[in-house]
């Protein structure tokens, strides 16, 4: 559970940082912008933290451009699914068994706690490099994330999480190396 609640720890001290006028800056992750990439996580949030619950929680629109999700207090919002994700995988049980995201796709929740340890944490880059914020993360996360990343690119890529690998050094930081198994060139700008 420390390393989910350090990623939405990340996610938020960079959401704080996010004026207005950045949210058309483009990120690192090829379909969105800041607006749009704030609005996919606004999107999926409650389905994260609904399978923590293991329950469904209905999408509020068919797809997450069928509507402007950053309108009114977008930041409040983002910060308030951060803690509600948190919590909803704070209890052993929530790693127990196996869960979805509201689609007929059951993982088990292990996998699913570590995709979305990954998901906040490499959104997180995204929006941090877009911006300009400096994004520090724990040497024990990087760990984690390497060592869950590696396991499960491929079926990542296959459910099109990730893009095709960009191919970084082998003693590049190990933030580098999650990046490029991602798909996003950790050089960036």
Same mark, same amino acid.
């Given at each position: 559970?420390?390393?989910?609640?350090?990623?939405?720890?990340?996610?938020?001290?960079?959401?704080?940082?996010?004026?207005?006028?950045?949210?058309?800056?483009?990120?690192?992750?090829?379909?969105?912008?800041?607006?749009?990439?704030?609005?996919?996580?606004?999107?999926?949030?409650?389905?994260?933290?609904?399978?923590?619950?293991?329950?469904?929680?209905?999408?509020?629109?068919?797809?997450?451009?069928?509507?402007?999700?950053? &309108? +009114?207090?977008?930041? *409040? @919002?983002?910060?308030? !699914?951060?803690?509600?994700?948190?919590?909803?995988? $704070?209890?052993?049980? =929530?790693?127990?068994?196996?869960?979805?995201?509201?689609?007929?796709?059951?993982?088990?929740?292990?996998?699913?706690?570590?995709?979305?340890?990954?998901?906040?944490?490499?959104?997180?880059?995204?929006?941090?490099?877009?911006?300009?914020?400096?994004?520090?993360?724990?040497?024990?996360?990087?760990?984690?994330?390497?060592?869950?990343?590696? &396991? +499960?690119?491929?079926? *990542? @890529?296959?459910?099109? !999480?990730?893009?095709?690998?960009?191919?970084?050094? $082998?003693?590049?930081? =190990?933030?580098?190396?999650?990046?490029?198994?991602?798909?996003?060139?950790?050089?960036?700008?």
């Amino acid at each position: 559970m420390s390393h989910l609640s350090t990623a939405a720890e990340a996610m938020a001290a960079v959401a704080h940082t996010i004026t207005d006028d950045q949210l058309a800056n483009k990120t690192p992750c090829t379909e969105y912008d800041v607006r749009a990439l704030v609005n996919h996580l606004l999107f999926w949030g409650p389905s994260l933290a609904g399978a923590g619950r293991k329950e469904s929680v209905p999408q509020p629109a068919a797809t997450e451009s069928d509507v402007d999700l950053t &309108a +009114g207090d977008w930041r *409040g @919002r983002l910060l308030t !699914l951060l803690n509600d994700i948190t919590s909803s995988w $704070a209890p052993p049980s =929530a790693w127990e068994g196996e869960t979805s995201m509201g689609t007929p796709h059951m993982l088990p929740a292990p996998v699913m706690g570590a995709m979305i340890v990954g998901e906040l944490t490499v959104h997180s880059w995204d929006l941090a490099v877009a911006t300009g914020y400096r994004l520090d993360l724990p040497a024990d996360l990087l760990a984690h994330l390497h060592d869950t990343m590696f &396991a +499960g690119v491929e079926q *990542g @890529r296959e459910m099109g !999480l990730y893009g095709p690998e960009v191919v970084v050094p $082998a003693d590049a930081p =190990a933030l580098d190396r999650i990046l490029g198994l991602t798909g996003r060139d950790p050089a960036w700008t």
